[in-house]
């Protein structure tokens, strides 16, 4: 008789994206601290532009402050503007200055959370190489921007599934992270350890090395030479 897997001795590495919000970051930062949870934030640089003491915050607290882009306009494999790749990661770096972890995390935009040909571009794979980014993806999306009040069984469903989740949320004033608690509380009591450090299968650019292939991201497979 097959049995349901559980969370049990299974990691998950929780990130967000998008943020920070004046309105929403803060209750996540709360509810991370009350359940001693480490986690990643991406920012886009228009956002941390106008709420940089939430970043503060967040990197005060342990939480680790990644790059999101400036605009996050559109994946990377959809910008035909020469040049445009590198403005949008080196400006948000440099807004986020001090608060960086030292592999300079970076997230490209996914378009509704697809790992697809369109996430990356040549371009964007050299900016990432030349300025020894490290590049994170994920393999968990529950999709909390479109169902805020259905996001959290989806999300335990994913994180059942492997043994290793990195799951993405977003920080945004959707009505979703009020839920963030009962995720939490859910998966922990399922068995489920909290880690900060993504999984290795996620991570196909560390600093500044492609160190798997980028075949199907539209980054060409490997870095430039």
Same mark, same amino acid.
């Given at each position: 008789?097959?049995? &349901?897997? /559980?969370?049990?001795?299974?990691?998950?590495?929780?990130?967000?994206?998008? %943020?920070? #919000?004046?309105?929403?970051?803060?209750?996540v930062?709360?509810?991370?601290?009350?359940?001693?949870?480490?986690?990643t934030?991406?920012?886009?640089?228009?956002?941390?532009a106008?709420?940089?003491?939430?970043?503060?915050?967040?990197?005060?607290?342990?939480?680790?402050?990644?790059?999101? /882009?400036?605009?996050?306009?559109?994946?990377?494999?959809?910008?035909?503007?020469?040049?445009?790749?590198?403005?949008?990661?080196?400006? $948000?770096?440099?807004?986020?200055?001090?608060?960086?972890?030292?592999?300079?995390?970076?997230?490209?935009?996914?378009?509704?959370?697809?790992?697809?040909? &369109?996430?990356?571009?040549?371009?964007?794979?050299?900016?990432?190489?030349a %300025?020894?980014? =490290?590049?994170?993806?994920?393999?968990?999306?529950?999709? &909390?921007?479109?169902?805020? #009040?259905?996001?959290?069984?989806?999300?335990?469903?994913?994180?059942?599934?492997?043994?290793?989740?990195?799951?993405?949320?977003?920080?945004?004033? =959707?009505?979703?992270?009020?839920?963030?608690?009962?995720?939490?509380?859910?998966?922990? #009591?399922?068995?489920?350890?909290?880690?900060?450090?993504?999984?290795?299968?996620?991570?196909?650019?560390?600093?500044?090395?492609? $160190?798997?292939?980028?075949?199907?991201?539209?980054?060409?497979?490997?870095a430039?030479?």
């Open positions: 008789m097959r049995r &349901d897997r /559980t969370l049990a001795a299974m990691e998950v590495c929780v990130t967000f994206d998008n %943020g920070p #919000d004046a309105g929403t970051t803060p209750g930062l709360d509810a991370l601290a009350a359940r001693g949870v480490l986690a934030f991406f920012v886009v640089g228009e956002q941390l106008g709420a940089r003491a939430l970043a503060e915050r967040a990197h005060a607290e342990g939480h680790w402050i990644g790059n999101h /882009t400036y605009t996050h306009a559109a994946p990377f494999g959809r910008v035909l503007e020469p040049g445009a790749a590198r403005r949008e990661i080196e400006a $948000t770096q440099a807004l986020i200055g001090d608060l960086a972890h030292p592999d300079r995390l970076f997230r490209p935009p996914g378009g509704g959370g697809e790992l697809g040909p &369109d996430l990356l571009s040549p371009p964007a794979v050299e900016a990432l190489t %300025g020894r980014y =490290t590049c994170v993806l994920w393999n968990a999306v529950p999709r &909390d921007w479109e169902d805020p #009040d259905g996001w959290v069984e989806r999300a335990l469903a994913q994180c059942r599934a492997r043994e290793r989740t990195l799951l993405v949320l977003h920080d945004l004033p =959707t009505g979703a992270m009020r839920r963030l608690p009962r995720f939490l509380d859910a998966a922990r #009591d399922e068995g489920a350890r909290f880690v900060q450090a993504p999984p290795e299968a996620c991570v196909p650019v560390r600093r500044g090395a492609v $160190t798997a292939s980028l075949a199907g991201l539209g980054g060409e497979g490997r430039p030479t």
